[in-house]
């Protein structure tokens, strides 16, 4: 079972620096049918001009994970960490007890990403932040695990949940499948390309719910970047 929803029916909010999309209800943006998938509460599509950015605001009791696709983000805290994640890297940062922090485009054009937030198995958590490359050559035909709290997670970078968010890049004409496991959720994100699950056809930055115990078929149309959460 798979829920296709396209691009243009994701939720919506635009000022001067900051062109959004939300996946699930967020800020001002509300529909009870898209609350969350499993223990995924925000997918945010988020493209934010040079020179501007979210000022210092305070977190508390989530992992959130940015996923730059274009650009730079530049992060500082109330921990005193500061950090420039590039596109193709990722970024986490568990909130806990609660954190203060700040995210930049120091950059001389727009930068995109993805903001994903993920409920923690465990409340109070110390907050920590932390940044790592995933070279996307890597990822070439194949899921490689880029932030995750299961046993098999790796070198991927750490959150306080059995979930894991996954990344791959897939050629045209070739095929990518992903077992979910009975009982869990999976939303599936492709920054750029046009693919098919299950042969249903998905275009670039739809979303797309897979349905827990079933293998899932992916299949490139054209050249596909993808990103995957899979949750409890």
């Not at 490689?144 to 996954?166: F, K």
């Amino acid at each position: 079972m798979i829920e296709r929803r396209p691009f243009a029916t994701l939720g919506r909010f635009q000022n001067d620096w900051l062109n959004a999309r939300h996946h699930f209800s967020f800020a001002s943006y509300y529909d009870p049918a898209r609350m969350s998938v499993g223990k995924l509460r925000v997918w945010n599509d988020d493209q934010i001009q040079a020179g501007t950015g979210f000022d210092p605001h305070p977190h508390r009791d989530m992992e959130i994970i940015t996923y730059v696709r274009e650009g730079a983000i530049t992060h500082e805290d109330s921990l005193g960490n500061r950090g420039r994640t590039e596109a193709g890297d990722v970024q986490v940062m568990s909130a806990g007890t609660g954190i203060r922090h700040a995210e930049y485009n120091l950059e001389d054009g727009p930068t995109t990403l993805f903001q994903i937030w993920i409920e923690p198995a465990r409340l109070g958590v110390k907050p920590r932040w932390d940044a790592k490359p995933f070279p996307k050559g890597d990822r070439a035909g194949r899921w490689v695990t880029l932030a995750s709290g299961r046993p098999d997670g790796g070198d991927a970078l750490v959150i306080h949940q059995d979930a894991a968010v996954l990344g791959a890049t897939v050629l045209a004409g070739t095929r990518l499948d992903y077992a979910l496991g009975a009982g869990r959720h999976g939303y599936l994100v492709a920054p750029k390309g046009r693919f098919t699950v299950d042969g249903q056809p998905i275009e670039a930055r739809d979303g797309v719910v897979l349905g827990g115990g079933e293998t899932h078929r992916i299949e490139a149309v054209e050249d596909t970047e993808l990103v995957l959460v899979d949750v409890p």
